[in-house]
């Protein structure tokens, strides 16, 4: 079965430094993998997915993200952090038969 | 412009009380999934439908009702045998097949007093 962990639950920056968010993934197939982000109270957004094409990922508001099949993580990145970017972020797989599992979540807390 | 409305945002319940969520999407997805969502714990799947009529048990379905009558509805009944619901509910949807990407819902807060 699959599973996804994010190796933080909390994560702090200071605003105009780099992002990092991990997640670990266990997949007994080739898996698609995502990233959303969910602003306080407020539904899921989709930032980037994974569908076995490029390694590299680019999503919106300047995030990306790189599969390391080696690693079996899929780790989020940002070079340079915005106030508005703080918020709930979660990694997300999908296995062969479309199931889509959520990891725990990581708040990213962004400091002026 | 298309989306997927929850209503009520906020709701309050007496115990023993059963409540329903409701959830419409005019995005002409075929597929529709309620989560429960509990601070630290990401999302939980309660049920889903992949078509008009029919729908499946997700991994936390015991306590919840749902019924899929129209293609644009997937509402959701709370009912008095679910041991603790407070938490936030959201609604998604997707076209289906494939892993494709869901479209969430803003999402409903249930308080039990």
């Known amino acids: 079965a699959q599973s996804v962990t994010q190796l933080d639950s909390h994560v702090s920056v200071s605003e105009g430094t780099p992002v990092l968010l991990r997640c670990n993934y266990s997949s007994s197939y080739s898996p698609s993998l995502f990233w959303y982000v969910q602003h306080p109270n407020k539904g899921l957004q989709l930032l980037l997915k994974?569908?076995?094409?490029?390694?590299l990922v680019k999503g919106i508001n300047g995030f990306e993200a790189e599969f390391k099949k080696s690693e079996t993580s899929f780790h989020l990145t940002k070079p340079s952090a915005h106030m508005s970017d703080a918020a709930e972020y979660f990694c997300?797989?999908?296995?062969?038969?479309?199931?889509?599992?959520f990891g725990a979540g990581t708040i990213l807390r962004v400091k002026s | 412009d298309g989306g997927i409305t929850q209503s009520p945002k906020y709701l309050f319940r007496k115990e023993g009380q059963n409540v329903t969520l409701s959830c419409e999407q005019n995005?002409?997805?075929?597929?529709m999934y309620w989560y429960r969502q509990d601070p630290g714990q990401g999302l939980r799947l309660i049920y889903y439908?992949?078509?008009?009529?029919?729908?499946q048990k997700g991994d936390i379905a015991e306590g919840y009702s749902v019924s899929r009558e129209k293609k644009e509805s997937f509402p959701l009944t709370v009912t008095s045998a679910q041991k603790n619901p407070t938490a936030f509910y959201l609604c998604?949807?997707?076209?289906?097949?494939?892993?494709?990407?869901?479209?969430f819902g803003a999402g409903s807060r249930l308080t039990v007093l």
């Open positions: 998604a949807s997707t076209t289906g097949g494939g892993a494709n990407v869901l479209t």
């Open positions: 994974y569908t076995s094409a490029a390694t």
């Open positions: 995005l002409n997805h075929d597929a």
């Open positions: 997300v797989v999908s296995d062969l038969g479309n199931k889509l599992v």
């Open positions: 439908s992949q078509i008009v009529n029919d729908f």
